[in-house]
């Protein structure tokens, strides 16, 4: 399994995504599977590095995983560890944050790029986030 991440601080989603498209509140937390490149345009909004991300992605051998949540705009979701699971993946997430940091909320987005020739896209994700402050 091969992995590759970029963290955005903002919703990556459309106004249009399966998401509602209100920003998540404090704790609040959301993940999705996007499959193929025609889900990826649909649901994901032309932003410059998740634009990127997305074109170096071959959806033939990957799948990518957003995982968001609100919280600080000063922290950072970085990924820990993924493991399989009997039907899909857990992925743990903990929270980057400096000493000081801001009194506002917005969402934050995390693409996770997975390359996973043995056993495909999962049934189910579990995400577990840790370190909010």
Same mark, same amino acid.
């Given at each position: 399994?091969? #992995?590759?991440?970029?963290? #955005?601080?903002?919703d990556?989603?459309?106004?249009?995504?399966?998401?509602?498209?209100?920003?998540?509140?404090?704790?609040? *937390?959301?993940?999705?599977?996007? *499959?193929?490149? *025609?889900?990826?345009? =649909?649901?994901?909004?032309?932003?410059?590095? #998740?634009? *990127?991300?997305?074109?170096?992605?071959?959806?033939?051998?990957?799948?990518? #995983?957003?995982? $968001?949540?609100?919280? $600080? =705009? %000063?922290?950072?979701?970085?990924? %820990?560890?993924?493991?399989?699971?009997?039907? @899909?993946?857990?992925i743990? &997430?903990? &929270?980057?944050?400096?000493?000081? @940091? @801001?009194?506002?909320?917005?969402?934050?987005?995390?693409?996770?790029? &997975?390359?996973?020739?043995? %056993?495909?896209?999962?049934?189910?994700?579990?995400? %577990?986030?840790?370190?909010?402050?």
């Open positions: 399994m091969a #992995v590759e991440t970029v963290h #955005v601080e903002r990556v989603l459309a106004a249009n995504a399966s998401r509602d498209g209100e920003p998540l509140a404090w704790k609040e *937390e959301y993940h999705t599977i996007i *499959e193929d490149p *025609e889900t990826a345009d =649909s649901e994901l909004a032309d932003i410059g590095s #998740v634009t *990127e991300f997305i074109d170096n992605t071959t959806f033939d051998d990957s799948y990518i #995983v957003i995982v $968001q949540n609100g919280m $600080q =705009s %000063d922290p950072d979701l970085v990924l %820990d560890a993924i493991s399989r699971l009997e039907n @899909g993946l857990n743990e &997430i903990s &929270i980057d944050a400096p000493r000081m @940091g @801001g009194d506002d909320l917005i969402t934050h987005s995390l693409l996770i790029r &997975i390359t996973d020739l043995e %056993d495909g896209v999962p049934e189910t994700i579990t995400v %577990d986030i840790e370190g909010y402050v």
